[in-house]
Every structure is written in structure tokens, then in C-alpha cells.
């Protein structure tokens, strides 16, 4: 097994650069920057509708590839569909559940608002 040595190694070359000024690779003189294009609502828009769209693609390659009849029992009810159908569903009783929970929260916070608005005076 090789013995390492406890000090540091010191460099083979000198610490100048082996090209003169004169020698090293010239380069444009930078130009102005380029703008960054302005985010808008309607960009993150699109980008949203893009996103929706692939995730569509991907539920219906999904649906397609999961046609099997499974049982299903809720709240006292039996029956039998695909598998891919009652997926579905209880995505969308979660989506609305979601939905009706953010509405309720928006709604609490805009009463709070004009409550406080009511109760400030206007500074003059």
C-alpha cells in the first residue's frame, strides 16, 4: 500500500500563463443584453392550458389501458364498473371537495376584509 506524504504538493510549473496578452483568443465586445420576455397572465395562461392539455393525454392513456370491471360499494350501494371509470369519479369528488373548501376559505377572508375596512377610518 502506497505512504502518502504529509505535505502538500507543490506545483511542477510556473504561476505565470503559458500565453502572453498578445496570444489569448479574442472575444466579441459584449453587446447589450438581450430583454427577458415580460411574464403575462395570458403566458402563464397558455402555459396552464399546455400543462392541462398532457395531463388530459395521460388520464386517457390511462382510462384506455384500465378497462377491467371492479366492485364498488359505497354507502350501502353495489355495483360493478371500470376500473378507470370509478378512479375518475372519486378524482372529481375530490376536485369539487377541494373546490368548495377554497371558495368557503376566499369568501371568510373577503367578510374579514371589508370588516376591517369598516372599522378603519379614512385617514384625511
Do not use: K, Y
Not at 479574442?26 to 420576455?37: K, L
Not at 350501502?76 to 369539487?96: E, F, K
Request: one cysteine or more; charged letters at 15%; a positive charge.
Amino acid at each position: 500500500m502506497p505512504v502518502q506524504s504529509n505535505s502538500t504538493p507543490q506545483p511542477a510549473h510556473d504561476l505565470e500563463h503559458p500565453l502572453s496578452i498578445d496570444d489569448w483568443p479574442s472575444r466579441p465586445a459584449p453587446g447589450p443584453r438581450a430583454a427577458r420576455p415580460v411574464r403575462s397572465r395570458t403566458s402563464a395562461a397558455w402555459f396552464g392550458v399546455c400543462v392541462g392539455a398532457l395531463v388530459l393525454v395521460a388520464l386517457v392513456v390511462f382510462m384506455m389501458q384500465n378497462t377491467a370491471p371492479v366492485e364498488v360499494t359505497f354507502l350501502g350501494m353495489s355495483g360493478a364498473a371500470p376500473l378507470a371509470l370509478v378512479l375518475l369519479i372519486a378524482g372529481l369528488g375530490v376536485g369539487i371537495v377541494a373546490l368548495v373548501v377554497g371558495a368557503l376559505r376566499i369568501g371568510q377572508l373577503r367578510r374579514r376584509i371589508r370588516a376591517d375596512r369598516r372599522s378603519t377610518p379614512l385617514a384625511r
